[in-house]
């Protein structure tokens, strides 16, 4: 890669998000050829100690303890923002009103306000954007699209997507601060939920246009966190009050007409992180979990379902890594999520997903909210 152009990284956050993207950033150019060659100029923290450490252990050249510090440096190119959701909007809009570009994770904001915002930084730079949902590039959730474009379903009838988790269901889990709605935005509506909207949209091209919604929080208070360690933290004497729900349920409508349900829940007892989705159509149907994430389900014509194994050098971004049948994991969807920005920002490409479409979740997701707020009354997504 030394004779490639070199693009500086700068990262804001070093925690559970910041280490699967300092994984993507160090992987990316030993197994796809770029048009770019990242380095991974500086990573930002509030804490001096813990930065340093961080970056020494996964590969940054330098810290900041002030994200605007890192924004303004000239050997910063990307800013790549790995930090809860309160402080999204102003790191991204600064970030390109100085020329960078902005790689973002997601939810994109914790308000429709905010992502709104964002988009019209975004409409007015000349450096790219995209929000980060992981997931789009699965290979198999990648296969799923590519049969939906080929007409493998025909026209899309049902969509169904879970997104199942179990890791708060204990009471004594601390107040962590994805359980606070000023940090977090929302609960699993917006962390998970997020997730499983992007997903049903990728896959099937269409857009959720009207949703009915409930959600609940069945644990309302919890022990304040101490000190934090990835998604858990250790607990303290003193007890919070839970602000975000716990599990969301919402049916919806797509813009071709299609029926679909969503279910997003960290009360799951048992499943881990299962991202599942299912699509039926006119022809056939398929279907995807993400605890067997090199597996889709595919049925044609009536039949039965048959797995097909995503590990084939034809399958979307298999080939450059193992031979056929060795699997995937998590980490390799932040690869490809970097591959396809840096190669967008080579291009001039406009990255996807892009803020636009994040905005575009972000209103399902206040739909949802106000959907629930008002007895589960049917609701507009705004357009």
């Known amino acids: 890669m030394s004779d490639k152009t070199t693009i500086g990284v700068g990262m804001v956050g070093y925690a559970f998000m910041g280490r699967v993207h300092s994984q993507a950033w160090r992987s990316v150019g030993a197994f796809f050829d770029l048009p770019l060659a990242p380095r991974m100029a500086v990573l930002a923290g509030r804490s001096k100690e813990r930065t340093e450490a961080a970056a020494a252990q996964h590969g940054w050249a330098a810290v900041e303890t002030d994200w605007r510090a890192l924004v303004a440096r000239d050997d910063v190119q990307i800013v790549d923002i790995c930090t809860p959701g309160d402080s999204h909007a102003e790191i991204a809009i600064a970030a390109l009103a100085a020329g960078k570009h902005v790689i973002c994770e997601k939810p994109l904001a914790n308000t429709v306000a905010e992502a709104e915002a964002m988009v019209r930084a975004a409409a007015g730079a000349t450096g790219k954007s995209m929000v980060a949902f992981n997931y789009r590039r699965v290979p198999a959730v990648a296969l799923a699209r590519r049969y939906v474009e080929e007409g493998r379903l025909g026209?899309?009838?049902?969509?169904?997507?879970?997104?199942?988790?179990?890791?708060?269901?204990?009471?004594?889990?601390?107040?962590?601060?994805?359980?606070?709605?000023?940090?977090?935005?929302?609960?699993?509506?917006?962390?998970?939920?997020?997730?499983?909207?992007?997903?049903a949209e990728f896959i099937?091209?269409?857009?959720?246009?009207?949703?009915?919604?409930?959600?609940?929080?069945?644990?309302?208070?919890?022990?304040?966190?101490?000190?934090?360690?990835?998604?858990?933290?250790?607990?303290?004497?003193?007890?919070?009050?839970?602000?975000?729900?716990?599990?969301?349920?919402?049916?919806?409508?797509?813009?071709?007409?299609?029926?679909?349900?969503?279910?997003?829940?960290?009360?799951?007892?048992?499943?881990?992180?299962?991202?599942?989705?299912?699509?039926?159509?006119?022809?056939?149907?398929?279907?995807?979990?993400?605890?067997?994430?090199?597996?889709?389900?595919?049925?044609?014509?009536?039949?039965?379902f048959e797995r097909i194994l995503v590990t084939e050098p034809d399958h979307p971004y298999v080939g450059a890594w193992w031979p056929p049948g060795h699997g995937l994991g998590y980490e390799h969807t932040f690869t490809h999520e970097i591959k396809d920005f840096l190669e967008a920002i080579a291009t001039g490409a406009d990255p996807a997903p892009s803020f636009a479409d994040g905005l575009r979740v972000q209103r399902v997701l206040e739909a949802v909210e106000r959907s629930a707020a008002e007895g589960s009354r049917y609701t507009n997504v705004e357009d």
């Open 155 to 199: 026209e899309i009838r049902h969509v169904r997507a879970q997104y199942l988790q179990d890791w708060i269901v204990d009471p004594e889990f601390p107040l962590v601060w994805r359980l606070q709605k000023d940090k977090a935005g929302a609960g699993a509506l917006g962390d998970i939920g997020s997730h499983i909207v992007d997903a």
């Open 204 to 304: 099937t091209g269409q857009h959720v246009v009207g949703v009915s919604g409930l959600t609940e929080t069945f644990i309302k208070q919890r022990p304040l966190a101490g000190e934090s360690a990835g998604l858990g933290a250790s607990r303290t004497d003193s007890v919070g009050e839970v602000t975000v729900d716990d599990a969301a349920l919402f049916i919806g409508r797509m813009s071709g007409g299609a029926l679909a349900s969503f279910e997003a829940t960290r009360f799951a007892t048992g499943r881990k992180n299962a991202m599942r989705i299912e699509i039926n159509g006119q022809l056939g149907s398929l279907a995807f979990d993400f605890e067997a994430m090199n597996e889709l389900w595919f049925s044609s014509g009536g039949g039965g």
